[in-house]
């Protein structure tokens, strides 16, 4: 999908915002089809995720919690959220002016991993992994390092347990598209 307009990233960078109520989480996005939970059962597989409000980060940002268990019966499970940039699902978005994906993050032991799928990759995510511990670190992963990604042409971004069966826990903050 060569020419794509770029996409409108806001000057702070920011792709997801947090607002807790009651217990639940509602995840925004400046633009396209949004945030939402995601697993391998779209694949075929049984892993679960749970979403719910996090602490804070320590630059004050809301946190998202991701709980849930990878299961065996997959070859690459995953649990985590998906952010759908396009305006219908897997459909391309220019992110090519974003040089990484900067995001606060904490969690239990695991293997989590930032996913790029762009239209050139089809279902084969580009995979940028990452470890976390207990107290909260920030992220950088840059998408020229994600492997056969093409930010240009962006169909999904996943932040995400995988690998690993068992149980997991990630806590994530102030997701931002980054031009450095």
């Known amino acids: 999908a060569p020419g794509l307009v770029p996409a409108r990233i806001p000057d702070d960078g920011r792709i997801a915002t947090f607002t807790a109520t009651g217990g639940k989480v509602t995840i925004g996005a ?15 597989g049984k892993s679960s995720v749970q979403l719910a409000p996090g602490a804070p980060a320590p630059n004050g940002q809301p946190g998202l919690l991701m709980t849930g268990t990878l299961t065996s019966d997959f070859f690459a499970p995953w649990g985590g959220i998906a952010f759908l940039p396009g305006a219908t699902p897997m459909a391309p978005a220019n992110l090519g002016v974003a040089k990484a994906l900067r995001f606060w993050a904490r969690g239990e032991g695991r293997n989590f991993a ?41 169909t999904l971004l996943l932040i995400a347990a995988n690998q690993l069966p068992g149980p997991f826990r990630l806590e994530v903050a102030d997701i931002r598209l980054v031009r450095d």
């Open 30 to 44: 400046p633009f396209g089809i949004g945030w939402s939970a995601s697993t391998d059962k779209m694949a075929g």
């Open 114 to 154: 930032v996913m790029g799928f762009s239209a050139a990759s089809g279902q084969r995510p580009a995979l940028g992994t990452f470890s976390v511990g207990p107290e909260w670190r920030e992220i950088t992963v840059r998408l020229a390092d994600l492997n056969g990604f093409n930010a240009a042409e962006a």
